[in-house]
Structures are given as C-alpha cells and as structure tokens.
Antibody, heavy 122, light 107 residues
Framework: QVQLVESGGGVVQPGRSLRLSCEAS????????MHWVRQAPGKGLEWVAVISHDGKSEFFADSLKGRFTISRDNSKNTLYLQMNGLRAEDTAMYYC???????????????WGRGTLVTVSS | EIAMTQSPATLSVFPREGATLSCRAN??????VAWYQQKPGQGPRLLVY???TRATGVPARFSGSGSGTEFTLTISSLQSEDFAVYYC?????????FGQGTKVEIK
C-alpha cells in the first residue's frame, strides 16, 4: 500500500534553515508529481509547492518563492523541501502528498503522509 | 488566487442522520473541486475529485455535486468514523486553494 513518511521537522530559530524529507513506498515514485501542503496549528490547509514526476518543473505558492525549494531523488523514492529564512508564520505541520494522475500534475492529492511539525521560535 | 468559502463552519449531526456541506468559489472553477476528510493527528484523506467522482475505497454514502462556483458534499447517513473536518479544494487554477474547513461533530 502507498506510504508517505515525512521527517526533518523540529524547533528552529527565526532566520535559520531546515530540510524536510518524505520517503515514499508502495507505488512507482518516479511516475507521479509530488506536493507539499502545510497546516498551521488549528488552521486550514495551505498548498506549498509541487515538483513534476521527473523533477524538471516546480511551482511554489507566491508567498514562499525565493525561500523554499523543492527537489526529489527518484533513485531513493524521496521528496525534499528546503526551507530557508524561516519565519514564525512558517510554523506548521508539513505534509507531503502524491498527485493522483500518472505523469500529469493535477493538484488532486490522493495520498498524504502524517506530517512533520516545524516550529519556528526563538 | 481563487478563494474557497465553506459553510457552515461547524455542523452538529446525530449519528445516522444526513449532512450537507457547502463550498463556494469566488470565480468559476468548472468541476475542478476535490473534497478531503481530516481526523485529529492524521493527514487528510481524499474523498471526492472532479466535483463528483469518489476516490478509491470511499463509501457510497459520500457524494459530491456542483459546478462553476457552488459545490456540495453530502454524507447520507453519518457513521461514527465520519465525524471529522472536511475541506474543499479547487484545482482549476494555480495555486490550488482550500476552503477553511467544516467540522462535523456529534450532536
């Protein structure tokens, strides 16, 4: 069965960096676009970024451009989110999510991980 | 970006009763709407996409409808495991955006 397991979260000071990972299993990782979605404590869902199945295309939420980068290693079935210049408002649970369509990016997320919590605080 | 507004914020329902959740977009999104269920401590679960297509393994008591700017998720007879928060999402235009959620609680 499909499994997505995020890791790398923790407490970090404002301005510092953090890299999140998402290890995938149960499907052919290299055939699907992958997304990051975040959820601030007690709040709703906010889409963060997507990377195409082959890693050649990326899109970000406008508010995050320039601070966050997304990448993937298809040989390791792993998705990454590099977060730089972290701010208090980046405090959230970060979920990785699989796109539903083979090769095509739709932004329909058919499988999600359990998330990794990032807390930005001095 | 497209704003998605859900109503009500909270819905109190007796078990085995039906529930209707609404979602409105501030511009047309065609049928490019998905619905997700989220329980405490878990990632969301896809229920419906394309406004009315149930995702794999989703019980038939969940049904989606609507097009353009008005969408509905109907749960025909709530089971104990259905009490959760539900989010709609549009995927017609980038960036994809979510509603603020409707919490379905036990009455």
């Amino acid at each position: 069965q499909v499994q997505l397991v995020e890791s790398g979260g923790g407490v970090v000071q404002p301005g510092r960096s953090l890299r999140l990972s998402c290890e995938a299993s149960g499907f052919t990782f290299s055939n699907y676009a992958m997304h990051w979605v975040r959820q601030a404590p007690g709040k709703g869902l906010e889409w963060v970024a997507v990377i195409s199945h082959d890693g050649k295309s990326e899109f970000f939420a406008d508010s995050l451009k320039g601070r966050f980068t997304i990448s993937r290693d298809n040989s390791k079935n792993t998705l990454y989110l590099q977060m730089n210049g972290l701010r208090a408002e980046d405090t959230a649970m970060y979920y990785c999510a699989k796109d539903i369509r083979f090769v095509v990016v739709t932004a329909v997320h058919d499988y999600w991980g359990r998330g990794t919590l990032v807390t930005v605080s001095s | 970006e497209i704003a998605m507004t859900q109503s009500p914020a909270t819905l109190s329902v007796f078990p085995r009763e039906g529930a209707t959740l609404s979602c409105r977009a501030n511009q047309s999104v065609g049928n490019k709407v998905a619905w997700y269920q989220q329980k405490p401590g878990q990632g969301p679960r896809l229920l419906v996409y394309g406004a009315s297509t149930r995702a794999t393994g989703v019980p038939a008591r969940f049904s989606g409808s609507g097009s353009g700017t008005e969408f509905t998720l109907t749960i025909s007879s709530l089971q104990s495991e259905d009490f959760a928060v539900y989010y709609c999402q549009q995927f017609n235009k980038w960036p994809p955006t979510f509603g603020q959620g409707t919490k379905v609680e036990i009455k």
